[in-house]
């Protein structure tokens, strides 16, 4: 009951704030800007432009998604509404998760209407984004929000004001997404031979924008980008259980970050 009294609060103030609309119109220029980028090449499965596509996405989606949720969140301490909200008998795990329901609802809303506008635009134009292009592409973003969302609300939960969630959310998204590669190959660098492959695997799980690209490049067929043993080890992407696989793989990883994000928020 709280939950969903706290996921509807969550999307009211979420489309009142001057933030989101910021994001969505940022996101509508991005997504046109997509669209320009196909039409000037024939999308089948995996190309340079599918992948100049997915690492545009992973760009933008997961810096606007951590500052636009930890700044909700840092905003509850800031003004003094959480300490209203706390004489209910209300529980932390209670307010975090309508807080991430509400913000999904937000985020996915401002996804929605930026794809939605592209589409328009494209059929119009008669250079529109196939439809299963379209979806690939709009579920590849979701999967992106719901991953980076409970980052985002732990570190909202860590910070004491915008200030500290602004300089947090940016240091994460410049490490997952700018400096991944190279930190991961100069580490690389210093082991073994044979011990390369292990770690290289067991670190694609450690960052969610990785092993989302991965198997998004795994499922358009691309997979023998990444080298001819990184890919055997793949073939679980193909299999029946795949998509299984990948799911549980997510709600870990989401569920991990809430528990975290939980206990952060109780002991602040």
Not at 166 to 195: D, H, K, N, Q, R
Not at 242 to 268: N, P
Request: with cysteine.
């Amino acid at each position: 009951m709280h939950i969903n009294l706290i996921a509807k609060r969550e999307v009211k103030v979420g489309f009142r704030n001057p933030w989101s609309y910021s994001f969505m119109a940022l996101f509508s220029l991005f997504s046109l800007g997509l669209l320009v980028i196909q039409s000037q090449s024939y999308m089948q499965g995996y190309t340079y432009t599918t992948g100049t596509m997915l690492n545009l996405i992973l760009y933008l989606l997961p810096l606007m998604t951590m500052l636009l949720s930890s700044f909700s969140l840092t905003a509850e301490k800031e003004e003094g509404s959480w300490q209203l909200l706390s004489t209910y008998a209300m529980t932390t795990s209670s307010f975090l998760l309508g807080k991430y329901l509400g913000q999904a609802v937000v985020l996915v809303s401002i996804v929605s209407f930026g794809y939605g506008l592209s589409g328009l635009v494209g059929a119009l134009l008669g250079k529109s984004f196939s439809a299963t292009t379209l979806l690939f592409l709009f579920v590849f973003s979701l999967c992106i929000i719901l991953l980076f969302l409970g980052i985002a609300l732990l570190i909202g939960a860590l910070s004491r004001n915008r200030w500290q969630a602004l300089t947090m959310g940016v240091s994460v998204w410049f490490f997952y997404i700018m400096a991944w590669p190279t930190l991961l190959i100069s580490l690389l660098s210093f082991v073994p031979y044979t011990w390369i492959k292990p770690i290289l695997q067991i670190v694609t799980l450690l960052n969610p924008a990785e092993f989302v690209r991965v198997f998004s490049v795994a499922r358009l067929g691309g997979g023998s980008i990444f080298g001819p043993e990184y890919y055997k080890w793949m073939y679980w992407v193909d299999s029946p259980l795949g998509d299984m696989c990948f799911v549980a793989l997510c709600l870990a990883w989401i569920g991990v970050t809430m528990f975290i994000a939980i206990k952060a928020w109780e002991r602040r």
